[in-house]
């Protein structure tokens, strides 16, 4: 539920910001400027994983909810840089997780073991999180004393939740025109995440580390008052700083924030 309501309260807080931003187009008198020290509220949205820079682990989602904090430390007509963090209180990520299968079995007697023929349903006891949801059919068959034998697995897959919280405490932001009223931007951010169980997979980690970039602009619509939209790609890993099961996750975020600064 939480996935799904996501993007629509992305696209609608983007609406707002146009929608101010036409509303202000009429008052050439406002002296437009985000301000030196910036504080921002935002909302995250990511609808899967694969691989793009170091990350295995595919099919991941997330949501988040955060506060961000910008001080700016140089600015000219053309270019602005700014020092950035950011804290995610609430964070959800989503692993596809295996939860049993169909079976049909068809086996020879060998031995001592008399013959199996069999299909059904197993359910395993525990989910698994799985690097990808694939295969989705596992198929074996062989020959044994000129009859063909076969065993057959269709394979189940679910999802479960985990909640986690993450901070970038260092992170660079550079903004290009930064005295105009759409204003494009580069981010930079570094940081870590902590989560109630391992992600994404068992004897992972629940301590991750976390970079990511993106490109976007800022829509100013009154001064020190703006909408940003955001894509980023971050990557997530414990870095093998706790076990050698590190698949990572590398994924795309849709970020958007309401900004307001002096």
């Not at 609608?12 to 509303?23: R, S």
Request: proline share 6%.
């Amino acid at each position: 539920m939480l996935a799904c309501r996501s993007p629509i309260l992305l696209l609608a807080l983007a609406l707002a910001g146009m929608l101010h931003c036409q509303t202000v187009a009429q008052r050439p008198d406002v002296k437009l400027d985000s301000g030196k020290r910036t504080w921002s509220l935002f909302t995250e949205y990511s609808p899967g994983s694969s691989h793009i820079i170091l990350g295995y682990s595919r099919q991941r989602e997330f949501v988040a909810f955060g506060v961000g904090f910008t001080q700016k430390f140089f600015e000219s007509r053309f270019l602005s840089l700014a020092y950035r963090a950011e804290i995610r209180p609430v964070m959800v990520e989503s692993d596809p997780v295996l939860t049993g299968d169909y079976y049909n079995i068809n086996l020879p007697a060998i031995g001592q073991d008399p013959p199996l023929q069999a299909s059904g349903y197993y359910h395993l006891p525990h989910k698994e999180p799985v690097i990808s949801a694939a295969p989705k059919a596992v198929d074996y068959s062989f020959t044994y004393q000129g009859q063909t034998y076969y065993q057959d697995y269709t394979l189940i897959y679910g999802r479960r939740w985990t909640y986690a919280g993450g901070l970038n405490p260092a992170g660079l932001q550079a903004k290009f025109l930064p005295r105009s009223r759409i204003q494009p931007e580069l981010s930079l951010m570094t940081g870590f995440t902590v989560s109630t169980r391992d992600i994404p997979v068992f004897n992972s980690s629940a301590f991750n580390l976390t970079f990511s970039v993106g490109a976007g602009f800022d829509l100013l619509h009154t001064p020190g008052r703006s909408v940003r939209l955001e894509y980023r790609i971050q990557h997530l890993s414990n870095a093998d700083l706790h076990t050698s099961t590190d698949p990572g996750i590398d994924s795309q975020f849709i970020h958007v924030g309401y900004n307001w600064g002096r």
